[in-house]
């Protein structure tokens, strides 16, 4: 099997492995100024002639750029789980929205359409074939619709070959049609993004998917970083919150609208705590309530819906319900845009009011530097921000101890590192723990 780091090799973003020049897994967008795509032209680089794309789940930086591959007379089929298709093309309508018409989005809204036509969904643990190899979902755990891509290039040779040879080898290579690559009969595993080890989310439960494998590709987000237990986040957060409250203060919560926005309204749901939500994450949580079968919890789902007032989008609106002492769930997740650049400065200057970071603030973001110094540049102003600034981290990614735990499972098998900030660092961490691990490098081909 020959795989192609196109992209997440390295770096976090813009994630997109080609496996044998036929089947592209994930094809993302890294927001940055211009944004970045994977590498090599969309018009004629490696990726432009996948049969199929396999999409792991509905993040920007996972699917951001699919309906850029759908430009001109192509037409790859795109396999994903049904909420990774409905998040799929909410970002890719968002984006159109944002950028459309520019050199800033690479793809159109005849693109964007035509998505709907070469979709395929799946369920997790339904095998399917794509560009000539078998594929199967595993739950990732990371947010709803997300999988662990499983890819075997035997299996569909084998049986589309004949089965009466006496020599299935012999069988397989001069009947097969669809042979790629003469390596031949390997399990690749592709994590995407996932979260293991604890108690997982409130949103969806951690992944306990181990697939057997000959080859992993796996994401590295936090291979440094040992998180504090949900448990005590959420205890802190509440406490924190709720003595906001008492003291009639405004609590303004920046959360990204896929996943860690239902995430917030399920823990103030569960705490009793009434809040707002506004901005991109209500049309995702009216999507994703579409799929109650892959929420860990669809009644609790639709008690924090009840439990929560959505916001309708108008900046009269959002200044009334900054004024009340309440709590406000809002994109950005780091301050880049959305109504959070409304209520941030609506709050700012009273130190009973407090922002609560929910996520990691990527360095550059103006999130980062309220954190780092107290100000930034908020939309159109400079603020020096007096309110209480917290951060906690409500991560959907598995940390060091998830990943190890996780990668414990495939001890001999060997590991090819992406998807992370320290790639290369945790590679070799890994070698002197006794295993096969390496880190590809940006365009890199590795034969498996
Ligand atoms: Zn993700």
Known sequence: MKLQFLGGAREVGRSAVLVDDALLLDFGLKTADPPQYPVGSLRSGPAADAEAVVVSHGHLDHAGAVPALLSGDRRPTVHWTPPTRELALTLARDTLKLHGGTPRCPFTEEDVRRLTEVSETHGYREPFEAAGHRVEFFDAGHIPGSAHVLVDDSEV???SSSRT???DTEVRSTSSSRTRSDSGDTRLLYTGDFHAGGRGQRLVPSSTARPEADVVVTESTYADVDHEPREAVEERFVESVRSTLW??????????AIGRTQEMMLVC???????YVDGMGVEVTRRLRRHPEFLRDADAMSRAVSNARFVGGRDGQRKRIADQSTVIITTAGMLSGGPAMTYVPEIHANPVNKLCFSGYQVEGTPGREVLDTGAAEIGDHHLRVSATVEAYDFSAHADREGLLEFLDAYRDTPLLINHGDSCAWFADEL?????????PELGDVVEV
């Open 157 to 159: 040779r084998s049986t």
């Open 165 to 167: 040879g006496s020599d």
């Open 247 to 256: 003291e009639g203060g405004t609590v303004v919560v920046p959360a990204f």
């Open 269 to 275: 749901a569960a705490n009793d705590i009434d809040c």
């Open 431 to 439: 070698e002197a723990r006794g295993h096969d691990a390496r880190a």
